[in-house]
């Protein structure tokens, strides 16, 4: 189901909204960028584009004040897993939030440079039941560009008291999207760059092109080129419509790593569809095993 009068996305605020509530002692900030780099020397057996490091020394440098940083790639991701930032049990999610200090009745604002590390934070928390997760949109270099206070201090929080409670479908596995191929009610959406997706440039992961049946709405599209702000809501509305998302039972996301399609399952969020899954392994599974079908063009 989806809000069609949705002009305020409840799950966005803007810098002006969060500079006036800094104080707030509910307010939870978090920086959550990861680097990524091209990959020289990719994993033997497996292909994959990017090498992937924690941002922890430039929010040391600077961040918003008061806020705490999320380490993705340490704590949110699952360690028994061969395949990069797989979402982690709901055990070590819930021990992970209440180290850093979030509670069921905290709002938490999350932000990063870009802003898909901090839709795939937003998303995680929705998946595990946390409802009360907002985007700073446009981030920290937006925040900076304004001449907002920033601060050098390490941020932290008292422990919180969280709880997970698992969304069922939020993520997908590669017999739901091998299933989905075929389904008329179901949209396969790749969140990668269009010439990834038409495999005629960018990263490779393992093969190119896209899961066979899919459409494409790259992440990036939906924020402003110059303030990586996101665009207006009826803006991204008629990016998803020109795919016809319509009224699809469920829709399936994937990207590379499951990180730029969390950035698209919160467009979609913020339109009010609830329809929504992430295949989490995505092309970094489904690329290096030539049983899966892909297409190029």
């Known amino acids: 189901m989806k809000n069609e009068n949705s002009s305020n996305p409840k799950y966005l605020v ?14 939870r900030i978090f920086e959550c960028t990861v680097n990524n780099a091209m990959n020289p020397d990719p994993v033997q057996g497996k292909t994959h584009p990017f090498v992937f490091s924690d941002d922890r020394a430039n929010y040391n440098n600077k961040h918003v004040p008061g806020a705490g940083y999320i380490d993705i790639l340490a704590d949110l991701s699952d360690p028994a897993s061969d395949l990069p930032m797989m979402v982690p ?65 390490v941020s932290t929080y008292e422990k919180g008291n969280f709880a997970a409670k698992q969304r069922p479908g939020a993520f997908v596995g590669k017999e739901e999207v091998l299933a989905a191929i075929d389904d008329k009610d179901t949209v396969i959406i790749n969140a990668l760059p269009a010439m990834m997706h038409s495999g005629q440039g960018g990263g490779v992961f393992g093969r190119k092109g896209r899961i066979t049946g899919s459409v494409n709405v790259p992440f990036g599209t939906l924020h402003d080129p110059d303030t990586d702000a996101y665009l207006p809501i009826e803006q991204i509305r008629k ?7 319509g009224d699809a039972k469920q829709i399936i996301l994937y990207c590379g790593a499951g990180i730029g399609s969390s950035n698209d399952a919160f467009g979609l969020a913020m339109l009010g569809y609830d329809n ?14 030539s049983t899966l079908p892909m297409e190029e063009g």
């Open 239 to 245: 990016t998803f419509d020109a795919v016809n998302v």
């Open 276 to 289: 929504i899954s992430i295949y989490d392994a995505s092309l970094f599974e489904w690329g290096n095993d």
């Open 89 to 153: 049990s709901s055990e070590q999610f819930a021990k992970a939030m209440a180290g850093y200090g979030i509670s069921s009745d905290n709002l938490v604002v999350l932000y990063s440079t870009p802003g898909q590390w901090a839709a795939r934070v937003w998303w995680m928390l929705r998946s595990f039941g946390f409802e009360n997760a907002v985007i700073l949109s446009g981030g920290l270099p937006k925040w900076i560009s304004e001449g907002r206070p920033v601060s050098s201090e």
């Open 14 to 27: 803007d810098t002006d909204w969060l500079e006036q509530n800094l104080s707030d002692p509910n307010l």
